[in-house]
């Protein structure tokens, strides 16, 4: 059944303005990407932390307050390492600097990278745990068998909402290529 | 366009018989034929899937297969069954009958069509074929993901997931020339005087259906391109060691996902009131109430997709921003149940097969949507996230909400289409096996989660024992009762009695003003519509 002509036309242009929309879509699907990190970082959604190093210099110590801090360890497949917290928790005021230790071990005979992962929970505080020292700053690289002292040293900012009591933080550790 | 008589340009001379008629065929009707046809076939494959869960699932303990294979068959069962089965059906019913009910003499852009439809078989294949070579000890099957292909998991896994991301770039470009297909026929192609709020129920819901797809089929394109470019070529869209983040991954997942439950039940709410009004001998009631609840719904299924992990971690703002807004679209819902139900109201009904499928269908999928409800509610959720009662709710909105509504179509509109009435007998027949085995399968699978049972997990504790042996006997009664679907489709295509133009008493529509069945081409002279 062919179509008149006109109808023809007119069906291929409504046609060629939908194309457009699906374009848009699949340009919105990759614009979420840098989206979704803005929001993240802006809002400390998802436990996202800085990874970088922050000083202590103005912080001020709240002695009346105290914040439990718990620790969390994982290795991601692909990376042959133990790692774990040596203390499960510890009890700080906002502004005191406190070192915790971590330990990692490679259970395998080849030399690993790995480059620990860090994330807060409950995600509002995930601004608020400065790290002014991390084994998370740069990657770690274990030689076969090797067992490696790994220090944090951080404290948690007065600032932190009042009603956060508790929180957590979780490293995992994803294999690095060596270099 | 010719003007001459319109019958007897039923016998073409220039166009192919035999196979290559089907391969080059741009006839609505004959492209319609296609989707139905492959539509049961995969609903029949999918079917066969799970009954192989369930057979692994009717005592606690490994019996059948390994784990890795049970996630396997859990989603392609899920991928085949939404885009294989129940998207091709309400497209296949799209293309039969809205040139029919608009009046139009063919889809807007019918080669466009022919090539959506072709599209597919081969997407089927690569969906399937991993299956196939890990028996010759290529790769180690199909996806073991489930169909929400989560990273990290799916960026770990195997050849089967890279399968499933191409099937799913070709299921995406098929259901997004369709509905560029059904958008542009029913804007362009409608018959004089056929205003839009003149329209049949049936194109409201599929336009409002085709701009939800063509707005997020390209998202979840986009989503499972990044996860290919992760497991191939070193991106770090989803692995936090990168830094990515695989919840974005959900979010953007979900961002089609949910759009996409209301994509599979939109068709079928456009013809559920058509046929309500049918067998209730009056018109339907709140037409413009429901043309608007469509919208609304439409609109509103864009922006709750958070719900499907409220688990995953979300600050209180947006878990509760999430939980009302969800909450919020069973008010358009709810006024279209009040319409479904005011059109029966007083009317003078009587119970043929469509009106069976579609009265319980109304209840059935009210359950769906109560439980829906439930779902909803962020405290609620943190239990039932992950456990059966969530695959309880979304088998009563999908197969009773999809598959036995789009069966009420298919009752409803198979003696148009083939000429011939099918067997009353064996219609309401399969009717009642239909949803007494739905209700045995799926009851259970309630309680099951609500005690606490996981979904996707092969084994289970032994106090669920019981109930999922009642499931596993629903399921495999509800699954051999589909035959019966099928052999009552076959002899009604075969012959059987002559069905006149309007089939029944009740029809409303330009449908109904064709012959039975209609002719090859049909209004090249379109009617018009006071
Ligand atoms: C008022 C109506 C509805 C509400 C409030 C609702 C709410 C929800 C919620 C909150 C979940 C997530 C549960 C969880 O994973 O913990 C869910 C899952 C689901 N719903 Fe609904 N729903 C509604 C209607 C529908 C409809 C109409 C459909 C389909 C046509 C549907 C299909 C699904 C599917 C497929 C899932 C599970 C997806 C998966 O995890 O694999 N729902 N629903
Ligand atoms: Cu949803």
């Known amino acids: 059944m062919a179509l008149k002509q006109d109808q023809v036309a007119a069906n291929k242009k409504l046609a060629l303005k939908l194309v457009w929309i699906i374009v848009g879509a699949l340009l919105f699907a990759f614009a979420l990407v840098p989206l979704y990190d803005v929001i993240c970082s802006v809002t400390g959604l998802n436990g996202k932390t800085k990874n970088s190093a922050e000083s202590a210099a103005k912080a001020v110590v709240d002695l009346k307050r105290e914040v439990t801090v718990q620790f969390v360890s994982s290795v991601m497949p692909g990376l042959g390492w133990n790692f774990y917290p040596k203390q499960s928790s510890v009890v700080v005021h906002p502004g005191q600097v406190t070192t915790v230790m971590f330990e990692a071990k490679n259970i395998t005979n080849v030399e690993l990278a790995g480059q620990a992962i860090p994330s807060v929970t409950p995600g509002k505080a995930s601004a608020h745990l400065k790290k002014i020292e991390c084994f998370c700053f740069v990657r770690q690289s274990l030689k076969p068998g090797e067992v490696k002292a790994l220090p944090l040293r951080f404290f948690v900012s007065a600032e932190l909402p009042e009603d956060v009591q508790e929180m957590t933080l979780s490293y995992s550790f994803f294999p690095a290529s060596q270099q | ?530």
């Open chain 2, 1 to 530: 366009m010719s003007t001459t008589t319109v019958a007897h340009h039923d016998e073409h001379h220039d166009h192919p018989t035999g196979i290559m008629r089907w391969l080059t065929t741009t006839n609505h009707k004959d492209i319609g034929t296609m989707y139905l046809t492959f539509s049961l076939i995969m609903f029949l494959v999918g079917g066969s899937m799970i009954l192989g869960i369930r057979a692994e699932l009717f005592k606690p303990g490994l019996q059948l297969m390994n784990p890795e294979f049970f996630n396997q068959l859990i989603g392609v069962h899920a991928l085949i069954m939404i885009f294989a089965a129940l998207m091709p059906a309400a497209t296949g019913f799209a293309n039969w009958m809205l040139p029919l009910q608009i009046g139009a003499p063919d889809m807007a852009l019918p080669r466009l069509n022919n090539w959506g439809f072709w599209i597919l078989p081969p997407s089927a294949i690569l969906l399937t074929l991993p299956f196939t070579l890990a028996l010759f000890g290529v790769g180690d099957g199909a996806l073991a993901t489930g169909w929400t292909f989560y990273p990290p998991l799916s960026v770990q896994g195997g050849i089967g997931v890279d399968f499933a991301i191409f099937a799913v770039h070709l299921l995406g470009i098929s259901s997004v020339l369709g509905s560029i297909n059904i958008i542009v026929t029913i804007y362009n192609m409608r018959a004089p005087g056929m205003t839009l709020m003149k329209m049949p129920m049936f194109a409201w819901g599929w336009l409002i259906t085709a701009f939800l797809l063509i707005a997020t089929i390209p998202v979840l394109a986009g989503a499972v391109t990044m996860l290919l470019t992760d497991r191939h070529f070193g991106t770090h869209f989803f692995d936090a060691a990168g830094g990515g983040d695989p919840i974005m991954f959900q979010h953007l997942f979900w961002f089609f996902g949910h759009p996409e439950v209301y994509i599979l039940l939109l068709p079928v709410w456009g013809f559920i009131p058509q046929i309500l009004q049918t067998f209730s001998r009056k018109p339907m009631y709140g037409y413009k109430a429901q043309v608007y609840s469509l919208w609304a719904i439409g609109a509103l299924a864009v922006v709750v997709w958070a719900h499907h992990f409220f688990t995953a971690g979300m600050p209180v703002p947006a878990l509760l921003y999430f939980m009302y807004s969800t909450m919020a679209i069973s008010l358009p819902l709810a006024v279209l149940f009040y319409c479904w139900i005011r059109t029966m109201w007083k009317g003078s009904m009587s119970f043929e097969t469509p009106m069976l499928f579609t009265v319980g269908w109304i209840i059935l999928f009210g359950v769906g949507g109560l439980t829906g409800l439930v779902l909803a509610d962020v405290a609620a959720d943190a239990q039932y996230h992950n456990s059966y009662f969530v695959v309880a709710h979304f088998h009563y909105t999908l197969f009773a909400g999809g598959i036995m509504g789009i069966m009420a179509g298919v009752y409803y509109w198979l003696p148009k289409m083939t000429g011939h009435m099918y067997n009353e007998k064996l219609g309401k027949l399969h009717f009642w096996l239909t949803a007494i085995s739905f209700n045995v399968t799926f009851i259970p699978q309630f309680f099951v989660g609500l005690a606490g049972m996981p979904r996707r997990i092969p084994d289970y504790a032994l106090q669920f024992a019981e109930f999922n042996m009642i499931s596993s006997i629903g399921a495999f009664v509800l699954g051999l009762s589909q035959l019966l679907f099928v052999y009552i489709i076959i002899s009604c295509v075969k012959g059987g009695q002559k069905a006149t133009d309007k089939v029944w008493e009740g029809a409303e529509g330009l449908e109904w003003t064709l012959p039975s069945p209609p002719p090859y081409h049909s209004f090249t002279e379109q009617p018009v519509v006071k």
